[in-house]
């Protein structure tokens, strides 16, 4: 019994870390899109699709996410959303490009829609006690209101620091060194 409440919550863990990667993303990339704007050359009116691309394709395939986590397991979808977002965001990470990182934002909210549909479900079904039920949610929700707060420092803190790569990867040596203050 113990072993099982243990899962459950490690369980919870996951979910949690899902749902804070998705929610840091939204607040983290809105405070680099300056530096994103300067680095890849976008105009005003192009750089909107940054943000437009994640939101359009997170907003349009929730229902979906949903449906296929139905079907084929909720487990099974949310840790193929959560490896679909994970390596979007590597690719926007290493996007030389405006295309790129447009393509990987939008693949970004597929792997987010998928991840965020299916979370609630899971922890429906985790939690069947009303008591254990309510304490996941809550924990849940702290989570995610509170990974918007972290994005905008987290955001801040990275771009202002280091570059805007190191809000979506932190793969490349160039990326490493700090900017030197002027």
């Known amino acids: 019994m113990v072993h099982r409440e243990r899962n459950r919550w490690l369980a919870m863990g996951i ?25 890849l050359h976008f105009s005003e009116a192009s750089l909107a699709w940054v943000v437009n ?4 394709t997170f907003g ?4 979906l ?6 079907l084929y397991g909720h487990r099974r979808v949310f840790l193929i959303g959560l ?10 990470g290493l996007a030389s490009s405006r295309a790129l990182l447009v393509v990987a934002r939008g693949v970004q909210g597929l792997g ?20 254990d039920r309510t304490k996941a949610m809550g924990v849940y929700g702290f989570v995610c209101s509170g990974g918007g ?8 803190v990275l771009t202002g620091d280091f570059n805007w790569h190191w809000i979506l990867a932190l793969l490349k040596n160039e990326w490493v060194t700090p900017r030197r203050k002027g």
Do not use: K, W
């Open 15 to 39: 979910l949690c870390l899902g749902a804070l990667m998705i929610v840091l993303d939204i607040t983290i990339v809105n405070v680099a899109l300056p530096s994103i704007r300067a680095d």
């Open 53 to 56: 691309a994640y939101m359009l």
């Open 60 to 63: 349009g395939f929730l229902l």
């Open 65 to 70: 996410g949903g449906r296929l986590g139905d």
């Open 83 to 92: 490896v679909l977002f994970t390596a979007a965001s590597l690719s926007c």
């Open 112 to 131: 987010g829609a998928v991840v965020d549909s299916v979370s609630l479900s899971l922890i429906m079904n985790l939690f069947t006690e009303p008591a």
């Open 149 to 156: 707060c972290i994005g905008a420092v987290l955001g801040g």
